[in-house]
C-alpha cells in the first residue's frame, strides 16, 4: 500500500488528466504505470516531472537503450526496487538482451565492490584524472 | 594521503609486481594508478580485483564505452570522487563526447529525484513490471 | 519476519518494561509499536534509544511537525519503508497536510537530483558557502 | 576541479545566458554559484534544473526556510558537501538559527540511527502505520 | 519474484554445474540458497563470485564469525534485506550469539548517526588521524 | 572548513566542560578531537552523543577491537572520510593489525558488490534464513 492515493482516472484533477493523455499519447498505449498515479496527488508535480522525464529520456546523443540501462544501474545503487522492475522492463522493451542485463550487472556490482575500496583506503587521485574534458 | 602506503614499484612483493607487469600488458601502458598501488598492500585481494575488473570490463555484450559510462553513473550514486574522475577519464578515451557526458549525468540525475518520489510514495509495483525476462 | 523476536508485554525483562511504561506515559497512549519491541531484546539499547529520540524530538528549537517531516526526509534517503510510514503517521498526527506532504516529497526530489549532479560534476565550493555561522 | 569546466559569463551560450539573466532576477543578485556555471555545459539541463528548482523552492504550503532545511536534511544523508554548504548558506539567509540548525543535525543523526537499526532488525510495519493520508 | 529466472539444478550449463558442485563441496552441504541460483544464468559470473567469496570469507586473519558480523554490518548500510538475513544466519552457524548481534546491531546504529553528524558538520580532521599504518 | 565553529577548551559552555573532562578522564589523554569541539555548539547533543558513544563502544559481549573495526565498516559504506580515519586510527591503537584491516577491506568490497548484485536480480529469500534467533 503506498503513502497516498493511487488515483484512478476518474479521480484525477484536469491538470492531472492533461498530464496522463499526454503519456498515452507519448508512449502509444493506454497503460500509465502507478508512479504517474500517485505523483497524480500533486499536479504541479506531476507534470514537472512527466516533462522533465520526457525530456531525459527522449531522443538525445545517448542511444535510448543506454539510457534506460544508466537509469537501471542508478536505481540498483540507490536500492529503489520498483524503478529496477519498471526501467528493467522499459530496457527489455528497447532491445536489451538477458545478456547484456548480466552484464549491467556485473559492472554495477564491480563499481560498487571498487567505489567502497577506494573510499576504505582513501586513495590520492591521480593527476592524469584531474581533466574537464575541455580542449 | 591514503589510509595505507601507495607503493611505489620498487615496494612491491613479487606477487603484486606480477600484477602490475599484467595491468600494463594489458593497458599497453607503463602507467599504474594509484588505486592498484593501495590494493598493493594486500597481493591476493590485488590480483583478485585485477582479474575481476579486466573480465567485467572486457569484451563482451556491451559496448566498452557503454561499460565505462555505467560504471561512472554507479560511482557517482556511490559518492566515490577517485571512481567518477578515474572512470570519466576511461570513458573519454573510449570515445564518449562531453554532449554524451552531459546526457549521462542528467539521466543519474533524473534517476535519483524518481528513485526518491517511489520510495516516498511506496508505489505498488505494477504487475506488468514482474517480468523475468525469460521465454 | 523480523531477524530477532518481536516482544510482548509479558515477555519484556523489568528493564524493558519499565521503559515501555514512559513510552506509553509520554505519548498518551497504551499503543507502543514494533520498534521497541524489537530492541526491547537489549534492554540497555531500547532504553538508551527511546530516551535519545524522546530528547531529540521533544520540545525545543524547532517546530514538532518541522521535526517530524525531516525524520520522514531523512528515511526517505536511507530507504527505510518502516520509518517513512511510521513518522510520516506521526507528523500527519502533528498537523502535517498532504500538500505539505507532497511538498517534501518534491523538495527531496529535486535535492537528490541536485546532490548527484553536483557530485558528478564536482563542481568547487563557492567561496561564499564557506561560513560557520559565527559571527 | 570541476570534471567540467565552470563556465564565465562570456563563456555561455545564449540559452544558458538568458537562464542566468532569469536568476539574477529571480534572487535580485548579480552572484550566480558554480552548481549553474557547471551546468551551463548542457543549457537544456541547465534550463530544466533552474525551472524546476524555482517552482520546488517557491512560494507554496511550506515555509521557505523549512524546505531549506528539508534540502540540507537529504543533502547530509547524500553526502554531498556543495550542497549541504550551499543550502545551510540559504538557510541560514532565510531565517534559520544556529539552535535550530544543531536541532536539524540532531535530528538527522538520531533518523539515521533508527534507520539503520529498523533495518538490521527488519521491523514488521505496524497496521497503525499503513494510511494513505486519504478521507 | 527475482528479475531473472532462479535456476533449478536440471536447468543449469555445465560450467553453472561445476561451480554448484564445488559450493556444495566447500560448505558440506547440498542446500545451494537463491542467490546463486540467479547468478547461474550468467556462468561467468557466477563462477568469479563465488571463487571471490571463498578466497575472501576463507580462513585469513580474522576470525570467521568477526567476517560474517561485518559483512552483516555492510548489509545493513546498503539496506540489502537478502544479505542481511543470509549473512545473520550464516553468523550464527559460526557462534555469534544475540547480545553480541544487538550490540552489533548497537555500533551500527551509532556509527550511522555520528558518521551524519559529522559530514553536517564538516568537521575537518584531526592530524592525529592521518597515519597510513606504516612504520 | 567546518559549518559550525570548532570551539577550543577557553569558548566552551560549563556544561561542554563537564563533558570534555569525562571524555578525558575515560581515553586517559588530554586530546579531544574536533569531532567534539564541532558537537560543543549544542551541550546537549554532545552530551548525548558521548554517552551513547561510550556506552555502546565500552565493555560488552564484543570485543573492543571488533567494535571499532564494524564502525570503520560501516563508515567506509556511508563514505565518512573522517570517521573513516578516526576509527581505523582507534582500530590500529586496539591492536588490529594492517592484514587484518586489508582484509576487513576485502570483505567490505565483497558485501558492497553481492548488496547489489542481490538488488538488481530481487532475489527471494530462502525459508531457510528466515530465523529470528529465539530458541
Same mark, same amino acid.
Given at each position: 500500500m503506498s503513502t497516498v492515493p493511487v488515483l484512478a482516472d476518474d479521480a484525477l484533477s484536469p491538470e492531472a488528466a492533461a498530464v496522463f493523455a499526454d503519456i498515452r499519447a507519448t508512449r502509444n498505449t493506454d497503460f500509465v504505470n502507478n508512479f504517474w498515479r500517485a505523483l497524480a496527488n500533486d499536479p504541479a508535480l506531476l507534470k514537472r516531472t512527466w516533462e522533465s522525464l520526457k525530456a531525459v529520456m $527522449?531522443? $538525445?546523443?545517448?542511444d535510448p537503450k543506454v539510457k534506460e540501462m544508466l537509469y537501471v544501474a542508478v536505481s540498483i545503487a540507490n536500492g529503489c526496487e520498483y524503478c529496477i522492475r519498471s526501467h528493467t522492463t522499459a530496457a527489455r522493451a528497447k532491445g536489451m538482451t538477458e545478456a547484456e542485463f548480466m552484464e549491467l550487472v556485473a559492472v554495477v556490482g564491480m563499481a560498487s565492490e571498487t567505489n567502497r575500496i577506494v573510499t576504505a583506503l582513501q586513495v590520492p587521485i591521480d593527476p592524469a584524472f584531474m581533466g574537464t574534458g575541455a580542449r
Open positions: $527522449g531522443p $538525445g546523443a545517448l
